[in-house]
Nanobody, 125 residues
Framework: QVQLVESGGGLVQAGDSLRLSCEAS????????MGWFRQAPGKGREFVVV????????WYAESAKGRFTISGDKTKNTMYLQMNSLKPEDTAVYYC??????????????????WGQGTQVTVSS
């Protein structure tokens, strides 16, 4: 049974940093495409960054480029999202998603089979 558990969200001020974690069980990163998505109040869920762990290819949303970094620890089966220079518009519930596959990533939320419960990130101005 696959389970994804996010942690690390919180309330910060603009310009601060946060690191989100997504601990996965029931799958191995090398055989998984994963991603971070977020959903702001009143908006749809959007991708932030996605990755194919088997070949380490990744894709960042324009809003995340230069500020956010995805990484992973395969020994801990955990994915991270380092978020720097946070802005109020980054306020959202952040979700990690996964799909068992090799050699590609996916940009659309309906392409993922497994989701975490989400962690709230609030950035005050």
């Amino acid at each position: 049974q696959v389970q994804l558990v996010e942690s690390g969200g919180g309330l910060v001020q603009a310009g601060d940093s946060l690191r989100l974690s997504c601990e996965a069980s029931g799958l191995t990163l090398d055989s998984t495409a994963m991603g971070w998505f977020r959903q702001a109040p009143g908006k749809g869920r959007e991708f932030v960054v996605v990755i194919s762990w088997s070949d380490s290819t990744m894709w960042y949303a324009e809003s995340a480029k230069g500020r956010f970094t995805i990484s992973g620890d395969k020994t801990k089966n955990t994915m991270y999202l380092q978020m720097n220079s946070l802005k109020p518009e980054d306020t959202a519930v952040y979700y990690c998603a996964a799909r068992k596959t090799r050699g590609r990533f996916y940009l659309e939320e309906n392409q993922y089979n497994y989701w975490g419960q989400g962690t709230q990130v609030t950035v005050s101005s």
